[in-house]
Protein backbone atom coordinates (compact mmCIF):
# COMPACT_ATOMS: atom_id res chain seq x y z
CA UNK A 1 0.00 0.00 0.00
CA UNK A 2 1.34 3.22 -0.67
CA UNK A 3 1.93 6.22 2.21
CA UNK A 4 -1.14 7.28 3.59
CA UNK A 5 -3.22 9.85 2.69
CA UNK A 6 -2.47 13.42 3.45
CA UNK A 7 1.17 12.53 4.52
CA UNK A 8 3.40 15.40 3.97
CA UNK A 9 6.59 13.97 5.59
CA UNK A 10 8.06 10.81 6.68
CA UNK A 11 10.60 10.74 9.93
CA UNK A 12 12.60 8.06 9.93
CA UNK A 13 14.62 6.14 12.47
CA UNK A 14 17.69 4.61 12.01
CA UNK A 15 18.64 1.38 13.41
CA UNK A 16 16.48 -1.47 12.35
CA UNK A 17 14.91 0.64 9.90
CA UNK A 18 16.99 2.24 7.00
CA UNK A 19 20.02 0.22 8.69
CA UNK A 20 20.43 -3.54 10.06
CA UNK A 21 20.85 -3.83 13.11
CA UNK A 22 24.05 -6.12 12.51
CA UNK A 23 26.18 -2.70 11.30
CA UNK A 24 24.78 -0.75 14.55
CA UNK A 25 26.09 -3.55 16.79
CA UNK A 26 28.49 -5.57 15.37
CA UNK A 27 30.53 -2.64 13.44
CA UNK A 28 29.78 0.82 14.61
CA UNK A 29 29.95 -0.19 18.44
CA UNK A 30 32.65 -2.35 18.27
CA UNK A 31 34.55 0.26 16.32
CA UNK A 32 33.69 3.06 18.63
CA UNK A 33 34.58 0.77 21.93
CA UNK A 34 37.87 0.23 20.81
CA UNK A 35 38.79 3.73 20.63
CA UNK A 36 36.82 5.13 23.46
CA UNK A 37 40.55 6.11 25.80
CA UNK A 38 41.88 7.16 22.61
CA UNK A 39 39.18 9.68 21.98
CA UNK A 40 38.74 11.03 25.60
CA UNK A 41 41.78 11.86 25.97
CA UNK A 42 41.53 14.09 23.11
CA UNK A 43 39.41 16.48 25.30
CA UNK A 44 42.20 18.90 26.48
CA UNK A 45 42.82 19.45 22.36
CA UNK A 46 39.56 18.55 20.88
CA UNK A 47 36.90 21.78 22.11
CA UNK A 48 33.92 18.88 20.61
CA UNK A 49 35.38 15.76 22.89
CA UNK A 50 35.32 18.42 25.50
CA UNK A 51 31.71 19.22 25.23
CA UNK A 52 30.91 15.09 24.95
CA UNK A 53 32.73 14.43 28.09
CA UNK A 54 30.83 17.07 30.00
CA UNK A 55 27.54 16.09 29.19
CA UNK A 56 28.67 12.96 30.13
CA UNK A 57 29.67 14.22 33.54
CA UNK A 58 26.52 15.62 34.07
CA UNK A 59 24.52 12.46 33.68
CA UNK A 60 27.09 10.62 35.51
CA UNK A 61 26.36 12.58 38.76
CA UNK A 62 22.71 11.79 38.26
CA UNK A 63 23.64 8.19 38.16
CA UNK A 64 21.54 6.55 41.37
CA UNK A 65 22.16 2.87 42.49
CA UNK A 66 26.25 2.93 42.74
CA UNK A 67 26.31 -0.02 39.58
CA UNK A 68 28.33 2.79 37.47
CA UNK A 69 32.19 2.77 37.54
CA UNK A 70 33.57 6.07 38.59
CA UNK A 71 34.25 8.77 36.19
CA UNK A 72 37.70 8.83 35.63
CA UNK A 73 38.90 9.96 32.01
CA UNK A 74 35.05 9.38 30.83
CA UNK A 75 36.16 6.17 28.95
CA UNK A 76 35.32 3.77 31.81
CA UNK A 77 31.48 5.47 31.96
CA UNK A 78 30.90 5.59 28.29
CA UNK A 79 31.96 1.72 28.22
CA UNK A 80 29.61 1.05 30.79
CA UNK A 81 26.75 3.26 28.96
CA UNK A 82 27.56 0.90 26.29
CA UNK A 83 27.11 -2.25 28.17
CA UNK A 84 24.00 -1.35 28.79
CA UNK A 85 22.56 -0.10 25.82
CA UNK A 86 21.85 3.01 27.25
CA UNK A 87 20.68 6.06 25.16
CA UNK A 88 22.91 8.84 26.83
CA UNK A 89 23.07 12.10 25.25
CA UNK A 90 26.39 12.09 25.66
CA UNK A 91 27.89 8.82 24.92
CA UNK A 92 25.69 9.29 21.41
CA UNK A 93 27.74 12.60 21.06
CA UNK A 94 30.92 11.33 22.00
CA UNK A 95 30.61 7.82 19.29
CA UNK A 96 29.80 10.26 16.66
CA UNK A 97 33.08 12.32 16.69
CA UNK A 98 35.03 8.63 17.26
CA UNK A 99 32.98 7.02 14.29
CA UNK A 100 34.14 10.11 11.95
CA UNK A 101 37.23 9.61 11.45
CA UNK A 102 36.39 6.08 10.64
CA UNK A 103 33.81 7.02 7.60
CA UNK A 104 36.54 10.17 6.43
CA UNK A 105 39.67 7.31 5.99
CA UNK A 106 36.82 4.54 4.52
CA UNK A 107 37.43 2.22 7.30
CA UNK A 108 33.83 2.45 7.15
CA UNK A 109 30.81 2.44 5.08
CA UNK A 110 27.11 2.56 6.45
CA UNK A 111 25.25 -0.35 5.38
CA UNK A 112 21.59 0.49 3.97
CA UNK A 113 18.44 -1.79 3.45
CA UNK A 114 18.44 -2.25 -0.60
CA UNK A 115 14.85 -0.54 -0.66
CA UNK A 116 16.03 2.28 1.08
CA UNK A 117 18.03 4.72 -1.58
CA UNK A 118 15.04 4.34 -4.31
CA UNK A 119 12.17 4.99 -1.45
CA UNK A 120 13.74 8.21 -0.61
CA UNK A 121 14.29 9.14 -3.81
CA UNK A 122 10.36 8.31 -5.04
CA UNK A 123 9.16 10.23 -1.78
CA UNK A 124 11.10 13.29 -2.68
CA UNK A 125 10.00 13.40 -6.20
CA UNK A 126 6.45 13.17 -4.89
CA UNK A 127 7.43 16.38 -2.73
CA UNK A 128 7.53 14.48 0.74
CA UNK A 129 9.69 15.79 3.27
CA UNK A 130 11.76 13.52 5.10
CA UNK A 131 13.51 13.71 8.32
CA UNK A 132 15.61 11.73 10.58
CA UNK A 133 14.85 10.69 14.50
CA UNK A 134 17.43 8.49 15.91
CA UNK A 135 19.18 8.30 19.42
CA UNK A 136 22.50 8.71 17.95
CA UNK A 137 23.53 12.36 17.62
CA UNK A 138 22.80 14.34 14.61
CA UNK A 139 26.47 14.04 13.61
CA UNK A 140 26.31 10.49 13.73
CA UNK A 141 23.23 10.54 11.50
CA UNK A 142 24.65 13.13 8.87
CA UNK A 143 27.84 11.18 8.69
CA UNK A 144 25.84 7.93 8.31
CA UNK A 145 23.95 9.31 5.28
CA UNK A 146 26.89 11.26 3.71
CA UNK A 147 29.07 7.61 3.96
CA UNK A 148 26.24 4.71 2.70
CA UNK A 149 27.22 1.95 0.15
CA UNK A 150 24.88 4.42 -1.95
CA UNK A 151 26.30 7.06 -2.27
CA UNK A 152 25.85 10.34 -0.44
CA UNK A 153 22.10 10.49 0.93
CA UNK A 154 22.47 13.75 3.45
CA UNK A 155 20.58 15.57 0.69
CA UNK A 156 17.43 13.80 1.21
CA UNK A 157 16.87 15.02 4.46
CA UNK A 158 15.92 18.77 5.55
CA UNK A 159 15.31 17.67 9.31
CA UNK A 160 17.75 15.96 11.98
CA UNK A 161 16.67 15.29 15.18
CA UNK A 162 18.26 13.40 18.08
CA UNK A 163 17.78 12.95 21.76
CA UNK A 164 18.55 16.72 22.58
CA UNK A 165 14.96 16.98 21.48
CA UNK A 166 13.49 14.78 23.50
CA UNK A 167 14.17 10.79 24.35
CA UNK A 168 12.47 8.94 21.59
CA UNK A 169 9.97 7.15 24.05
CA UNK A 170 8.12 10.43 25.17
CA UNK A 171 4.72 12.03 23.08
CA UNK A 172 6.62 15.17 23.69
CA UNK A 173 9.39 14.68 21.53
CA UNK A 174 7.24 13.75 18.44
CA UNK A 175 5.20 16.48 19.08
CA UNK A 176 8.68 19.00 18.75
CA UNK A 177 9.67 17.43 15.73
CA UNK A 178 6.10 17.83 14.02
CA UNK A 179 6.34 21.51 15.05
CA UNK A 180 10.08 21.75 13.45
CA UNK A 181 8.26 20.25 10.31
CA UNK A 182 5.54 22.77 10.57
CA UNK A 183 3.01 20.17 9.95
CA UNK A 184 -0.10 19.14 11.64
CA UNK A 185 1.15 15.84 13.64
CA UNK A 186 -1.59 13.60 11.41
CA UNK A 187 0.32 14.44 8.29
CA UNK A 188 3.93 12.94 9.71
CA UNK A 189 4.36 9.35 8.87
CA UNK A 190 6.86 7.68 11.79
CA UNK A 191 8.75 4.59 10.53
CA UNK A 192 10.71 2.52 13.37
CA UNK A 193 11.20 -0.98 14.10
CA UNK A 194 10.53 -0.11 17.91
CA UNK A 195 6.74 -0.03 19.45
CA UNK A 196 6.95 2.31 22.59
CA UNK A 197 9.36 4.38 20.07
CA UNK A 198 6.05 4.14 18.04
CA UNK A 199 3.00 4.34 20.86
CA UNK A 200 4.55 7.76 21.63
CA UNK A 201 4.45 8.71 17.98
CA UNK A 202 1.44 8.06 18.00
CA UNK A 203 0.35 9.33 21.33
CA UNK A 204 1.28 12.90 19.57
CA UNK A 205 -0.35 12.32 16.76
CA UNK A 206 1.47 11.25 14.20
CA UNK A 207 0.98 8.50 11.72
CA UNK A 208 2.97 5.13 12.41
CA UNK A 209 3.93 2.08 11.00
CA UNK A 210 6.56 -1.07 12.31
CA UNK A 211 9.50 -2.28 10.23
CA UNK A 212 9.74 -5.84 10.53
CA UNK A 213 12.85 -5.69 8.54
CA UNK A 214 15.61 -8.92 8.40
CA UNK A 215 17.15 -9.71 11.69
CA UNK A 216 15.03 -7.87 13.87
CA UNK A 217 13.54 -9.53 16.53
CA UNK A 218 9.47 -10.18 16.57
CA UNK A 219 7.14 -8.25 18.43
CA UNK A 220 3.39 -7.72 18.75
CA UNK A 221 2.74 -4.56 16.62
CA UNK A 222 -0.28 -3.81 18.60
CA UNK A 223 -2.44 -0.49 16.85
CA UNK A 224 0.67 0.02 14.33
CA UNK A 225 0.78 -0.45 10.35
CA UNK A 226 3.67 -3.25 9.45
CA UNK A 227 6.10 -2.88 6.86
CA UNK A 228 8.62 -5.67 5.66
CA UNK A 229 10.18 -2.89 3.61
CA UNK A 230 9.93 0.93 2.44
CA UNK A 231 8.82 -0.41 -1.40
CA UNK A 232 5.19 -0.92 0.24
CA UNK A 233 5.32 2.48 0.84
CA UNK A 234 5.68 4.31 -2.44
Not at 5 to 33: C, H, K, M, N, Q
Request: hydrophobic residues 45%; aromatic residues 8%.
Amino acid sequence: MPLPAGVGAVLLDIEGTTTPLSFVRDVLFPYARARLEAACARAATDPRVARALATLRREHAHETGGDAPAFGTGAPYAAWLMEQDRKSTGLKELQGLIWEAGYVDGTLSASLFADVPAALASWRRAGVRLGVFSSGSVHAQRLLFAHTDHGDLTGCFELWADTTTGPKREAASYAAVAARFGLEPERILFLSDVVAELDAARAAGLATALLTRPGNPPVDPGPHAVHRDFATLL
